[in-house]
């Protein structure tokens, strides 16, 4: 080949790799314009409101707060009664007294008291007489937010039967419409990117771009790089050497990157919205922030096992792997510990009161654990099997059946300790509250056999105090939902995304295979978790419940299954969305999770708000402080600056 042809060729494959380079920088800056103007609507959401509270005059807004209401009661009979309220998210509970309404004078008018009521779930009213405390009524209501209401109980023709009616005074507002204003403009945008991914494919428009962006570049890179046509070159230097290098799969970057997101969302706030809070006991499935963090478990079992992999194939030795894993289980304790437990904004750490368990400790815990077994049995260099052999098919699991073994004894000894294991006054095999549930007959029981080892294990002063179980079931004692028992789930959940792994690996490129067996897996764990909840939220043999269950993971195992096949089909496979936002806080995520818990009461995360009883002020703070770190996650990746432990 002559010189000037090989100068030819060089240039042209220099020309189409500033090309790309030039269709890369484009892209990542549409992201960043994009998340600006996230950034700056996101602000615009705490003005909107469908109208000020101001407009009801008989609305007491100076006492109403978020998700509460006004509720007078009018007694029009010659009883005292008592008002009981019992919400029904509340399973089994006591009714709770909310006061007396005195009752009517012989001659005289109606008596009425105001009183402040919840507005999260529905809840039944129960009116009770005095005297012999005996039920004389009772409403179910799903009060609105801010709005007034009116209950009249009254005597019906015969003197012993009452009557109650709700009437609506005034009318709620409608807290929802700052979520539907942030929904559009996140629909706004996906609409706005997909139309100028289609726009920048017409030959006109990459010609233009191409000639903007890369002449200069061109010129420069022929100049300083490839030299002149006088200069030697050595043919053999022309042939076309592939990439050795190990391709990573977007989709788990991506999945991880979304369940970060949702994470970071939820711990700044979710708006204050109650159904982006943690849930309150069973039926956790609705909880964002625990499904988020489960889905965050399951993709990190799938990540060992494409690493581990990867590292023994090329040479590393299994007792440096060893030591990595134990110095990167070790860090992830001490950051959950020391940096992201504590709050150091009320003053010096106390050894006293330090919480041990945590969201970081369980995860390096079971990092440790599932890595440690994956090593154990993962091999040198995959087995290649013929699809002929008759345990093709299963050979993912069957190579590896000794981890499998030593995961089931884990469930074996969680079943035992959950359901055998005598707990001080409390039933065996107790999976409630506690509190006023069941009600009120074990209200130091609150989670069974795992809070028992976990107050007799760590102390009661190094656990969670304030367990969202107070907030309806009104729960006396701690209890932590990261707790030393339920960490035996947290290993079979990041398992099963270690089989997800194994399945990649093993079918590796051969996409129908590894879409079927994510279904298969999901199908299997759905059964399972139907058998065990009986499709139900409280009444199943082992109920949804993050804290306790094997039917949580089970359950969210079945969704991470079926989640991950529409990740890689999309990302992966047909490579019709490249993963962005989502996909730069999945590349640097325990820089996102420990940066957004140390800097969450620092501005620009958060600031005084003019009303900090408004949804919509909130949801604003929340989106732009989320934002801000997939801001701050996309430059880090522009510059190569990734975070690993």
Not at 61 to 67: A, H, R, W
Not at 192 to 215: C, E, M, P, Q, Y
Not at 273 to 281: D, G, I, K, Q
Request: hydrophobic share 45%.
């Amino acid at each position: 080949m002559k010189k000037e042809e090989i100068f030819t060729l060089r240039k042209n494959r220099k020309e189409e790799a500033v090309r790309s380079d030039v269709m890369a920088s484009e892209r990542e800056y549409r992201w960043t314009v994009c998340a600006v103007i996230v950034l700056l609507i996101a602000l615009c959401t705490a003005h909107v409101t469908d109208r000020p509270a101001s407009s009801h005059p008989h609305r007491k807004t100076s006492v109403l707060k978020m998700d509460e209401a006004s509720l007078s009661v009018t007694n029009e009979i010659e009883n005292d009664m008592m008002l009981y309220v019992v919400s029904d998210h509340c399973y089994k509970c006591l009714p709770k007294l909310l006061g007396i309404i005195p009752a009517r004078p012989a001659s005289g008018t109606p008596t009425t008291v105001g009183f402040v009521v919840g507005t999260q779930h529905a809840l039944t009213l129960q009116l009770n007489s005095t005297s012999a405390n005996l039920e004389q009524c009772n409403v179910n209501f799903h009060f609105g937010e801010q709005g007034n209401y009116s209950l009249w109980v009254k005597n019906l023709n015969e003197p012993s039967r009452v009557s109650c009616s709700m009437i609506t005074d005034s009318e709620p507002i409608n807290s929802y419409l700052p979520i539907l204003f942030a929904f559009l403009v996140f629909a706004f945008l996906a609409a706005l990117s997909a139309i100028w991914n289609t726009v920048k494919r017409l030959d006109v428009v990459t010609n233009l771009l191409h000639r903007l962006g890369s002449t200069v570049e061109t010129e420069r890179l022929i100049n300083s790089e490839l030299g002149t046509p006088n200069r030697l070159i050595d043919a053999s230097m022309e042939s076309i050497i592939p990439a050795t290098t190990g391709r990573r799969l977007r989709s788990l970057d991506t999945f991880r990157g979304l369940a970060l997101v949702i994470m970071v969302f939820v711990n700044y706030g979710g708006g204050r919205y109650w159904f982006f809070r943690h849930e309150s006991w069973n039926g956790k499935l609705i909880s964002f922030f625990t499904v988020a963090t489960s889905m965050f478990v399951f993709i990190m079992g799938t990540s060992i096992g494409l690493s581990l992999s990867g590292s023994l194939r090329r040479g590393v030795k299994r007792t440096h792997l060893q030591w990595r894993i134990f110095w990167r289980s070790l860090q992830l304790f001490l950051f959950g510990v020391i940096i992201v437990n504590p709050n150091y904004c009320q003053g010096p750490l106390s050894w006293d009161s330090l919480r041990i368990p945590g969201v970081l400790q369980r995860l390096g815990f079971t990092y440790l654990v599932v890595a440690i077994l994956d090593l154990m049995v993962a091999r040198d260099r995959l087995t290649n099997l013929s699809s002929e052999t008759c345990w093709y098919s299963v050979h993912d699991v069957c190579l590896y059946w000794p981890a499998w073994l030593i995961v089931i004894a884990l469930e074996a000894i969680w079943l035992c300790l959950t359901f055998l294991l005598p707990v001080p006054d409390c039933p065996t095999g107790y999976l409630g509250p506690g509190g006023i549930g069941d009600f009120g007959q074990y209200q130091n029981c609150t989670g069974g056999a795992a809070g028992y080892i976990d107050r007799w294990l760590l102390g009661n002063n190094h656990i969670y105090q304030t367990p969202s179980s107070r907030v309806v079931y009104q729960s006396v004692v701690p209890f932590d939902p990261e707790g030393v028992l339920g960490s035996i789930n947290s290993v079979l959940m990041a398992f099963l995304g270690l089989q997800a792994g194994k399945i990649l690996l093993h079918y590796r490129d051969q996409h129908r295979q590894i879409i079927t067996r994510f279904l298969i897996w999901g199908f299997i764990l759905g059964i399972i978790s139907a058998v065990l909840t009986k499709c139900s939220r409280n009444d199943g043999f082992i109920p949804v419940n993050k804290n306790l269950s094997l039917s949580y993971v089970t359950t969210l195992s079945c969704f991470a299954f079926v989640a991950l096949v529409v990740f890689y089909y999309l990302v992966d496979v047909k490579k019709w969305w490249s993963g962005a936002p989502f996909y730069y806080p999945g590349m640097n995520s325990i820089l996102v999770y420990v940066g957004h818990e140390v800097f969450e009461e620092y501005f620009p995360f958060r600031w005084k708000m003019a009303n900090s009883q408004s949804h919509a002020e909130h949801l604003a703070q929340n989106l732009v402080a989320t934002s801000i770190w997939v801001i701050i996650a996309y430059l880090l990746y522009r510059k190569k600056i990734f975070w690993k432990i």
